[in-house]
């Protein structure tokens, strides 16, 4: 990976960006192994961790990490599938890992809900890692042969630990929305607040032009038409609280 | 595996409960609540549980407290209010991260000095505190013990995960719902708001005047506590509402 320091040559913007995909592959190969070891615990057979990517009212799932890799699997697919937006719903309506499966066999663990098959004769389970407001990630396996109340606990703690720790826990490789600096972040989080620009700034020690130049910067960073745009955008996204 | 989750040391946290056999989806009433936590805390060798609901845009009680088994004393003197300002402070932790247990001394920025003695004087010293949101529900969960540096991280982790399993099950009449909930078109206009539209673009997208859509804007703006648009938005992403 490339050392970024005074004596380092300065990357030219293509290779910055080779290092950047690798840096991505390979965090998305140790969050690969990581799902494997959930795998075993579980005893089940495919694995896929996706993105929920929160609109308003709608829902997109992105998959970053497969057990088919670069294949997609059969669990990616049928998840995908024509029941895509229900699926992703059910799967985020609580906090709870939700399960799918043939027949009335009750499971052993009475913590996990029961949710729609997302295709007939499969079983699975899916797993919330909620981040932002209505979004986060979900960890899906399928035909999990281990299903007591320890190891769901277990399983579900780990996938919470495959996300980037603190600040974006967005996993790795999601293309997601690119850092806010720091003053950035406070005038969003303060918008949110109710404070208008002249509050902003007065609490910042800013100028009102200063504290509105962060804002703009926020609002074309985080792809958003205007500043309320740019607040829920970076809310649903878990930028911050 | 990864430690973070690891093992909770010697003692092991027994969350099983008697299954419900009529319903598939099972609730927890008040009393296995409390015995649960019980079991948790005890699990972890806490010696004090305490669940609060926060409670969004109501001018009067902005939080509730759910189950505890703190002495009555303690409560009164430290107050609701700080309780709620712990459960938001940067001490809790979110679920799926780490724990991040800490002691009494450390709030003392955060609480009134009586506030801070009244647990130290009440054996409240060591403390694991975390947020929990689904949908509208807001909850924090504190674990105090009457020693310090009891609370490992790992089994605290795995006890917040439980906790959070819990309190997603608990039967409808204790958990409270929020005062005056948004109606239909309060809701849609925020929701429009937060796409980035202006009012006039949310009119025509509704089939409605501006002013109608700056009415429901107001109205959703009154019931939120919020002073302006922005923060009426803010607060309904939080809680779920949009």
Not at chain 1, 37 to 42: G, K, N
Request: with cysteine; charged share 20%; aromatic share 6%.
């Amino acid at each position: 990976m490339g050392r970024v320091g005074a004596l380092a040559p300065r990357l030219e913007w293509e290779e910055a960006s080779t290092v950047r995909r690798i840096a991505r592959e390979n965090s998305a190969g140790r969050q690969a192994k990581r799902m494997q070891a959930i795998s075993v615990l579980l005893e089940a057979t495919e694995f896929s961790l996706m993105n929920v990517l929160a609109g308003a009212g709608s829902l997109r799932l992105v998959p970053v990490v497969d057990s088919a890799a670069p294949q997609m699997s059969p669990l990616t697919q049928m998840c995908l599938g024509g029941h895509a937006q229900a699926f992703a719903k059910a799967a985020m309506a609580s906090a709870v890992p939700a399960i799918w499966h043939e027949g009335d066999a009750r499971p052993e663990t009475c913590w996990a809900r029961r949710i729609a098959p997302p295709a007939p004769r499969s079983s699975g389970i899916v797993f919330p890692l909620p981040t932002g407001h209505g979004g986060g990630s979900i960890a899906i396996f399928s035909a999990p042969r281990r299903l007591d109340d320890e190891t769901l606990c277990q399983a579900h703690l780990e996938c919470f630990g495959l996300l980037k720790p603190a600040g974006n826990a967005k996993p790795a490789g999601s293309g997601s929305l690119p850092a806010l600096s720091k003053r950035e972040l406070e005038c969003l989080k303060l918008t949110a607040d109710g404070l208008t620009s002249e509050e902003i700034a007065t609490r910042l020690g800013l100028s009102v032009h200063t504290a509105n130049q962060y804002l703009a910067n926020t609002t074309q960073k985080l792809n958003a038409v205007n500043r309320m745009h740019a607040v829920a955008k970076a809310l649903r996204a878990g930028l911050f609280d | 595996m990864d430690s973070a989750a690891g093992n909770c040391g010697q003692m092991s946290i027994d969350i099983s409960f008697t299954l419900d056999q009529s319903s598939a989806e099972p609730v927890l009433e008040r009393e296995q609540l409390v015995d649960l936590f019980s079991r948790i805390s005890t699990g972890i060798g806490a010696d004090y549980y305490l669940v609060i609901q926060c409670l969004p845009g109501r001018a009067n009680e902005t939080s509730r407290i759910l189950v505890c088994n703190w002495v009555f004393d303690v409560l009164e003197s430290v107050g609701r209010d700080n309780l709620a300002r712990i459960v938001q402070s940067q001490f809790s932790t979110r679920l799926g991260a780490p724990a991040k247990p800490f002691v009494c001394e450390d709030l003392a920025g955060l609480l009134p000095e009586r506030a801070v003695a009244a647990l130290v004087r009440n054996g409240h010293l060591d403390f694991a505190c975390q947020q929990l949101q689904f949908g509208q529900a807001r909850y924090g969960v504190i674990f105090s013990s009457a020693e310090k540096e009891t609370l490992g991280s790992a089994a605290v982790s795995r006890a917040q995960m439980m906790c959070c399993y819990a309190l997603s099950r608990i039967a409808p009449d204790l958990y409270v719902e929020c005062a005056d909930p948004l109606s239909e078109r309060e809701r849609e206009c925020l929701r429009w708001v937060s796409e980035g539209k202006t009012t006039d673009e949310a009119a025509v997208i509704l089939g409605v005047s501006s002013n109608t859509v700056n009415s429901y804007i107001t109205h959703a703006i009154q019931k939120l506590s919020a002073t302006n648009r922005a923060m009426a938005m803010a607060t309904a992403i939080r809680n779920g509402l949009i």
